[in-house]
């Protein structure tokens, strides 16, 4: 169940236009404590004193924990933000990373999947650059966040199952560690 999107400009667009409100839009309790548990997940996951890339890193919620780690995003707008806050944030595309292979020992991405059509080739360009392994989220399908997304006409944002996002990591040989489920966010841990 994993669906093309076909507005990937509209997704560049939306962020852009966000950019400069998304900070404080992003302070209601809803996201304070998904981002709490995202980045304790990552912790959990995560040596954060490895090599590590966070793919699709907006305006730097979590670069910010993690200083010495490196961001890419595709919207000039949210990496503009980031940078302001003198976090290691450059323009890049998920799906086309500018980086050699097992150039980071972990790569994550957070609140992205959903909305990259590709994300097949978004999760082996992660594996690429990984030598050691990957987390991510995914929005659920089975979720009242899914069913809340479709009422909006949310056309930019994918809900997936989760034997679906397995099925594309048993291609790219990655083994699950661990997962997480909160409300319509699925995180996924995974080795090389
Ligand atoms: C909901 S925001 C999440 C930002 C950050 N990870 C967080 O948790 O606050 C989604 C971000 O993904 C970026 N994005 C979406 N598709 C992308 C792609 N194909 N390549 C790089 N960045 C992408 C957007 O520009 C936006 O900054």
């Given at each position: 169940?994993?669906?093309?999107?076909?507005?990937?400009?509209?997704?560049?667009?939306?962020y852009?236009?966000?950019?400069?409100?998304?900070?404080?839009?992003?302070?209601?309790?809803?996201?304070?404590?998904?981002?709490?548990?995202?980045?304790?997940?990552?912790?959990?996951?995560?040596?954060?004193?490895?090599?590590?890339?966070?793919?699709?890193?907006?305006?730097?919620?979590?670069?910010?924990?993690?200083?010495?780690?490196?961001?890419?995003?595709?919207?000039?707008?949210?990496?503009?933000?980031?940078?302001?806050?003198?976090?290691?944030?450059?323009?890049?595309?998920?799906?086309?990373?500018?980086?050699?292979d097992?150039?980071?020992?972990?790569?994550?991405s957070?609140?992205?999947?959903?909305?990259?059509?590709?994300?097949?080739?978004?999760?082996?360009?992660?594996?690429?650059?990984?030598?050691?392994?990957?987390?991510?989220?995914?929005?659920?399908?089975?979720?009242?966040?899914?069913?809340?997304?479709?009422?909006?006409?949310?056309?930019?944002?994918?809900h997936?199952?989760f034997?679906?996002?397995?099925?594309?990591?048993?291609?790219?040989?990655?083994?699950?560690?661990?997962?997480?489920?909160?409300?319509?966010?699925?995180?996924?841990?995974?080795?090389?």
């Amino acid at each position: 169940m994993i669906p093309l999107i076909n507005k990937v400009d509209s997704v560049n667009e939306y962020y852009s236009k966000y950019a400069k409100t998304y900070d404080s839009s992003r302070t209601t309790p809803h996201f304070s404590k998904l981002n709490k548990l995202q980045y304790l997940f990552l912790k959990e996951n995560i040596d954060l004193n490895k090599r590590i890339l966070e793919v699709g890193c907006g305006t730097g919620e979590f670069l910010k924990r993690i200083p010495t780690a490196v961001g890419i995003d595709f919207s000039e707008e949210m990496v503009k933000v980031a940078k302001s806050k003198n976090l290691n944030a450059s323009l890049g595309d998920a799906t086309r990373l500018d980086f050699k292979d097992n150039s980071f020992d972990y790569s994550f991405s957070f609140k992205v999947f959903a909305h990259v059509p590709n994300c097949q080739l978004m999760l082996s360009e992660m594996v690429r650059v990984s030598k050691i392994g990957i987390v991510f989220d995914f929005y659920n399908f089975f979720s009242l966040k899914a069913l809340k997304d479709y009422f909006n006409g949310g056309d930019y944002i994918r809900h997936d199952d989760f034997n679906s996002v397995k099925s594309l990591l048993g291609d790219l040989k990655i083994t699950v560690v661990d997962e997480k489920k909160h409300k319509g966010y699925f995180m996924v841990a995974g080795l090389k």
